[in-house]
């Protein structure tokens, strides 16, 4: 037989790499569809697009910019006394429980916060007597940008406290003896120990919380007011579902994509995560010896961030359980929002899996074969095609099929189709981060396995990578699930008397005042979401 | 705070008991002379790193006294207690230089006198370092990284020096200079010197007693020259022999 001198992998490669193409394709329809309406819109009119570029666009734009510049503000700053704060203390009762809560904003639908935050804050809320009092008149509630900054703060403190304390917690255990022993006070610790490690970590946050209030679009709907607190995603839904200005719905999206793109390509040159998850040990040995003055102002400092976390998500909980939940639950809408939603989030997270695993799958299968090479260029768009989404948001992909469909026949025929597959690309960055790692180390360990005992395809698939993959996969699909279950971005768009997902008529019943039927459905799509959440994790963590 | 200077202090650990959550409990007694030289042998878990971490004060123990130069540290905080310790690695921090790392030793937020500025010049020249001052950790080698900890150790002028494996990162031929370096250092200040270690060869070089740690607790105690010449108590024959075994 003759012996060539060739990749040992190489008859294994063909079909991976062609599930992958297949994968970029189908990512490549649905952004391209989008860019196609937007750009045969354009070519029709425009002179009327050029028109939309006034004031009002300049303002909504400087809306948005400011906005999500003073979420970062207030998020991260307070983050760093809060992770710090938890970093000095490794060891106190309620630790890991502060953890875990602080994890849980992750999890939960837009709408169920701003609900939440509506129900503490609002015109009607829990704190309205206390704040009428204060002020001596009638408490307005927080609508407009105050409601929007304590949303966006209430998710992203959270996350950037997790961001920060994971950076701290790679300080080495040496360290903080050292400084124990040369007896650093708070002050000299802060400077020569934390501040280093969260000074290179504090880039990389405040861009992903800048990224995620820069792009929040639920939050800025539910809470946001009229013209003067719009952000451009809310414009873009607002020409399309309102005034049906498709003109200004273009220009408002090419300003949209420019400023994601140079916020991403900022980020990804800094080499921050994008998808900002975080597993923290818990409770590290560590030798530290804080004072008691100290103490104190750290433990002012966790309580105020716990009180501030834990309001709205208390407030959920109470204002659903004050609802007629049995009257709801027997309610023929709610009962088919259920449903629809359900399918919806069910057949978007399969497809997420599919798209996810074909691109992890071509992208191992194409390093594999190169060898030293340079990766090519499919390669990259393997490895980074999951991330486009992050540039072309979920409303933006969902205006212009909106615009492009609308020539074709009833846009909101097309609800169920467009949801899962943006819901479906929307989870992929989630997805792929949760597949990639188990699958390249199954891959590194049983490929020469495979290729000498000739075990290929399906039965590889069977006996070798799905025994391996299962749990990273059954983590992926609840995470989809729970994002596309709790999203209401393409649906505001889409949705219609006949096609409605629990978020969309929580949406509407909150639009007409149902405040009680609102907190029933927030609760349970915030329980909902939750569960799912807290399954993924809890595979995700036997999985490793 | 304890500042004396070129004379080391005896130290004794008086039923020590220690458990980490979840983990066996640990019982030390020890007594070390003044200015002895000791290394502490023993299998990867023994406790040899647990000793010195309550030595120096890092771990707290369940019940116990430690007595350093006659006073009772066992409640103060590690920088309270007339010790210095070097580990393995990480002993400097990444960001400062050279002379900063070392000026931490006299005032942990870096406000020098003129005189600490004299003092950590001068130890700088003493382990070898004159010269590389402003350099920041990266730009070291792992033998340099080690000789600014050693450099550090002594402007802060403490009896007691604890050593946890300060040279299993580094080759031998670098490991051996920095135990010379040690011991002439030894010879100068008199400081008394505790040395977790695997290697005999370490031990022969440089200590006078030898403290074998065993199951969470001290086996074994004698000159190192008795230990290591086959004189030693069984077990002690046992971990070397299956330690060179290894090798």
Known sequence: ???????????????????????????????????????????HGW??????????????????????????????APAVLVARALARHPRFFGRAFILQLFAVPLALPAIVAALGVLALYGRAGYFAPVFTAL?????????????????????NLPLAVRLLLAALETVPADQWRLSAQLGMGPIASFRFIEWPVLRAALPGVAGLVFMLCATSFTIVLTLGGGPRATTLEVAIYQALRFDFDPARAIVLMLVQVALTGTVVAILSRMGASMTGDTSLPVAPRRALFPGRGETSLNAVFILAALVFVAGPM???????????????AGEQAVQAATATSLLLAILAASLCLILSAALVVARRALELARG??????LEMAADTGAALVLIVPPVVIGAGWFILLRHVGDVFAFAPVMVVTVNAVMAMPFAVRALRPAYDAASARHERLCAALGIAGWNRLRFVDWPAMKRPVATAFAFAMALSLGDLGVIALFGSESVQTLPFLLFQRMGSYRTDDAAGLALFLG?????????????????R | MNRITRSGAGLRLEAITFAYPGGASMRFDLTVEASDTVAIMGPSGSGKSTLLSLIAGFEMPASGRIVIGGEDVTLLPPHRRPVSMIFQENNLFAHLTVAQNVGLGRSPSLRLTEEDRAAV????????????????????SGGERQRVALARVLVRERPVLLLDEPFASLGPAL???????????HREQGMTVLMATHDPRDAERFSRTLVFVEGGTISAIGPTQKFLSGHGPAAFDRYLGAHRALR
């Open chain 1, 372 to 377: 030293a090479a340079k990766p090519s260029l």
């Open chain 1, 527 to 543: 329980v909902l979401c939750l569960a799912l959440m807290f399954l993924a994790a809890h595979w995700g963590r036997e999985g």
């Open chain 2, 175 to 185: 490991a051996d200079e920095m135990l010379d370096l040690i011991a002439a250092l």
């Open chain 1, 135 to 155: 002020a001596g008149e009638r408490w307005q509630g927080i609508y407009g940008l105050p409601g929007i900054l304590v949303t966006h703060v209430f998710f």
């Open chain 1, 1 to 43: 037989m003759a012996v060539r001198d060739e990749p040992l992998t190489r008859p294994a490669q063909t079909g991976r790499v062609a599930a992958g193409a297949a994968a970029l394709a189908a990512i490549g329809v649905l952004l391209g569809g989008a860019l196609l309406g937007l750009v045969q819109e354009a070519a």
């Open chain 1, 47 to 76: 002179e009327s697009a050029a028109a939309a570029f006034d004031l009002y666009l300049l303002r909504v734009a400087r809306f948005t910019l400011w906005q999500a510049a003073l979420s970062t503000l207030l998020s991260v």
């Open chain 2, 121 to 140: 010049a001068d130890a700088i020249a003493h382990t070898g370092l004159a010269g590389k001052e402003k350099r920041l950790p990266q730009a070291l």
């Open chain 1, 314 to 328: 208390a407030a959920v909980v109470a204002a659903g359980l004050a609802a007629e939940l049995l009257r709801l």
